[in-house]
């Protein structure tokens, strides 16, 4: 068993070795990608073009436009007294949002009255919109002047205290899902194409006649490619630790060991594939298809699962980053341990073991 | 005869099927040690199909198959060890050079002391100033040396050829068939199939397949014997006229073209057959052709049965 494993395994590496660029692309290509898409992705609004009307012309009106400006998230692209030029702003998308801050705002602050001060927002984009209003209430907050009355007696508060991530950076949350989409993505490519090239080469018919077993042939074909996938995991966490601040709060063994887990089910799911497919091409594009989507979609990567339809949710236990995200995150973000992902590692553990075991009864119906 | 040896390989009633076509129908074959038996029989008489469930690389539909005494398919990861099957295809790999092909057989059986074994293979079948050199870069007739030498490595006692020498070159042949000969003359036997007739001629026991079935079997020169009559050779003028002029005559019972020469069959009661040909000849106004009566080759009783199987009157004939 182990010898003709090796045997496979040490012919594996003697083919990649002569075709190296494809070595190369497997362990760089997520580096790479992590350095391109790490800087792209982000929820973090920044640099919103802001409109600012001011018809009341008082230094209250400009403090309130100097807290905005001054917050880091606007840049100030027009500035006026006629609030008339709102629409062709917004329109335009010259301007995202537009401050207007009401003539008589200081009158109305002297007197110790409210005074609304509107905001209009670009709501094409919901996603930018919904940050920057959060924004604009916080900065509004800051400048108004506490409420003179005392709260009620009774009365609750929310005070928001934000841990493991308390400035709410994006990256920390995306970059360790972007590790997972990329190394599935990766993963599932490098094995896709190594049965089925054999049947369409040929030599597959030469396996045939020796006494290597499906097992044995599907593990030698793996294990270089694991050793390929854990030098990229590790380099994609690195650079995710030193580039995108991403820490490392937990054990590095344990996270060792999930990363493991999960490449050996990415791979599984490459030959699986490959046993099914009777062109590269054909292996090439399933592989693609059945990891881009759902790995972005349904792992909890970008959208929360918790807030899908309990159909999908169902769905998504079928797709091994779910896990996978729900372990990093401990481990990097939270420096939790097995007790608290535990289940997701089996998760892991399972979804790799199955998917060898339907590739090993497909390869022994046809070696 | 007293005790017949027990087969190396046999089959009894074996079948195979495909989606939409019966490929093999109930086949008999025996090898026994230092036989080299022939499967001849053209493109899809099912050649291909009967080698590959004799070496364990498919599953019959129907019938028994034995090697060494065990059933093939069951036992098929143990009896590749005493197996040796050479594809009909290329089936190495490209990218890897003569050497590493071999290793990579020779690891997977297991070959004990497989470096010696190795560099005294190559250097057999000629391939030992290639040893660096990549497999997609020999030539067809040194992949077919290299294929020889990966099926070679675990010393099988019973070598499946299929058609080992189509699509190379006349001397690479050669040296291939002398290659073969002393193996089994080593104690190794054979069993190829081949589309070559002169090929068959080296074996010691030929099979004519045909449409799946066992049209005749026996030794190469016994079967040339089966023919009934007896054969005219017409060399000379053109074939299609030649052919015309004998196809009417009585006593002609068919016509086939061979290469550059017209063969005529006739009644083995003819008192003198190459007179009755040339009388035919004349008649049609054709002279100076040479015409001789030959002994049946194996070509000329292949052509024969198949022919008479399909119900055709006469293969090829113009």
């Not at chain 1, 854990?230 to 966490?237: M, T």
């Not at chain 2, 190495?92 to 070959?111: I, K, M, P, R, S």
């Not at chain 2, 560099?119 to 079948?125: I, K, M, Q, T």
């Not at chain 2, 074939?239 to 290469?259: E, N, Q, S, Y």
């Amino acid at each position: 068993m182990m010898r003709r494993t090796l045997a496979v395994a040490v012919k594996e590496v003697l083919q990649l070795r002569r075709d190296w660029r494809t070595a190369l692309a497997l362990v760089g290509m997520p580096v790479v990608l992590l350095l391109i898409y790490g800087f792209a992705l982000s929820f973090d609004v920044r640099h919103v073009r802001l409109a600012v009307v001011d018809a009341d012309g008082s230094r209250a009106a400009r403090e309130v436009e100097r807290a905005f400006v001054h917050s880091g998230y606007f840049d100030l692209v027009h500035r006026g007294e006629d609030s008339r030029i709102v629409d062709s702003l917004l329109d335009s998308g010259r301007a995202q949002a537009a401050l207007v801050i009401p003539a008589g705002h200081a009158a109305a602050l002297a007197a110790s009255r409210p005074s609304a001060v509107q905001l209009v927002l670009d709501g094409s984009d919901a996603q930018t919109a919904a940050t920057v209003l959060a924004y604009a209430r916080q900065i509004v907050a800051a400048v108004s002047p506490p409420p003179r009355r005392p709260p009620s007696a009774g009365s609750a508060a929310a005070r928001p205290l934000v841990w493991y991530n308390p400035d709410l950076a994006s990256s920390r949350f995306l970059v360790p899902g972007l590790v997972a989409f990329i190394l599935m993505v990766t993963t599932v490519i490098a094995t896709a194409l190594a049965v089925v090239r054999e049947k369409e080469r040929g030599s597959w018919e030469s396996l045939r006649a020796t006494p290597l077993g499906a097992l044995e042939l599907l593990a030698g074909k793996t294990l270089p490619y694991l050793v390929l996938a854990a030098a990229a995991a590790a380099g994609a966490l690195l650079l995710a630790h030193v580039l995108f601040q991403v820490p490392l709060r937990g054990s590095p063994l344990w996270l060792a060991l999930v990363t493991l887990l999960f490449l050996l089910g990415g791979l599984g799911w490459g030959v699986f594939l490959s046993t099914l497919a009777d062109t590269q091409q054909v292996a090439f594009q399933a592989a693609l298809f059945t990891t881009m989507l759902p790995t972005l979609l349904l792992s909890g990567f970008i959208f929360p699962i918790s807030s899908m339809p309990p159909l999908i949710q169902a769905i998504t236990h079928l797709v091994p980053a779910r896990y996978f995200l729900i372990a990093l995150r401990g481990i990097v973000l939270k420096g939790t341990g097995p007790e608290v992902w535990g289940a997701d590692m089996i998760g892991l553990a399972v979804f790799a073991v199955a998917v060898l075991a339907l590739a090993t009864v497909r390869t022994v119906r046809s070696l | 005869m007293t005790a017949a040896p027990a087969p190396l390989l046999a089959a009894r009633g074996l079948s195979v099927r495909y989606r939409d076509a019966q490929a093999l129908a109930s086949l008999d074959l025996t090898v026994t040690a230092s036989e080299v038996v022939g499967l001849i029989g053209p493109d899809g008489a099912g050649k291909t199909s009967a080698l590959r469930v004799l070496a364990g690389l498919m599953e019959a539909n129907g019938g028994q198959v034995t090697a060494f005494g065990e059933p093939v398919w069951q036992r098929r990861r143990v009896l590749h060890h005493r197996l040796g099957y050479l594809a009909q295809r290329f089936a190495l790999y490209g990218d890897l050079t003569v050497d590493e092909n071999v290793q990579f057989f020779a690891l997977l059986y297991g070959v004990r002391r497989w470096r010696e074994k190795r560099d005294e293979l190559l250097h057999r079948v000629g391939l030992a100033p290639f040893r660096r050199r990549l497999a997609e870069h020999l030539s067809g007739g040194m992949k077919q040396k290299l294929a020889l030498a990966c099926t070679l490595i675990h010393d099988p006692e019973v070598l499946i050829l299929d058609e080992p020498t189509t699509g190379v070159d006349p001397v690479t042949r050669r040296e291939l068939w002398r290659l073969l000969g002393e193996l089994v003359a080593e104690g190794l036997a054979l069993l190829v199939a081949t589309p070559y007739l002169d090929e068959a001629a080296r074996c010691s026991r030929v099979l004519l397949l045909y449409a799946g079935r066992v049209l005749a079997e026996g030794h190469p020169a016994a079967l040339a014997k089966l023919l009934p009559g007896r054969v005219v050779r017409v060399e000379g003028g053109e074939r299609a006229a030649v052919a015309a002029a004998l196809a009417g005559r009585p006593a002609i019972r068919d016509v086939a073209v061979f290469g550059a020469a017209v063969h005529a069959r006739l009644e083995t009661t003819a008192a003198d057959a190459a007179a009755e040909v040339a009388a035919a000849l004349a008649a049609a106004g054709l002279h100076g052709l040479e015409v001789r009566e030959i002994a049946p080759s194996l070509e000329d009783t292949f052509l024969y049965l198949t022919a008479r199987r399909t119900g055709a009157p006469s293969p090829e004939a113009a």
